[in-house]
């Protein structure tokens, strides 16, 4: 499977912002995860959420601000921000796998992965 993020660019805090997250090839993993990484930072997770269903992961860094939502039809995932922060800048990456619930918020639960997408939030 061919993943392909976009939506990013440069907003300002507290802006919004939707990231998506198309595949191509074949459909989704078991869950689609979004991870990020800020310069001179490790990957974090940001969240997940399972392609057929079912609970929706995010991290507390993110919660309340960003619902992860799916359409099925477009082999399409979105992550939406509604309350951008500076803290946010980061490459956004998508990511597909057969995760379970010990690895949906880590790298090791993805196989495939976007080129990403730069996110860049001023103050």
């Known amino acids: 499977v061919q993943l392909q993020a976009s939506g990013g660019g440069l907003a300002q805090a507290g802006a919004s912002l939707r990231l998506s997250c198309a595949a191509s090839g074949r459909t989704f993993g078991r869950y689609v995860g979004w991870f990020r990484q800020a310069p001179g930072k490790e990957r974090e997770f940001v969240g997940a959420?399972?392609?057929?269903?079912?609970?929706?992961y995010y991290a507390d860094s993110v919660k309340g601000r960003v619902t992860i939502s799916r359409d099925n039809a477009k082999n399409t995932v979105y992550l939406q921000f509604f309350s951008l922060k500076p803290e946010d800048t980061a490459v956004y990456y998508c990511?597909?796998?057969?995760?379970?619930?010990?690895?949906?918020?880590?790298?090791?639960?993805?196989?495939?992965w976007g080129q990403g997408t730069l996110v860049t939030v001023s103050s």
């Open positions: 959420i399972p392609w057929s269903g079912g609970t929706t």
């Open positions: 990511a597909t796998g057969n995760a379970i619930l010990s690895t949906v918020t880590t790298t090791r639960g993805y196989s495939y």
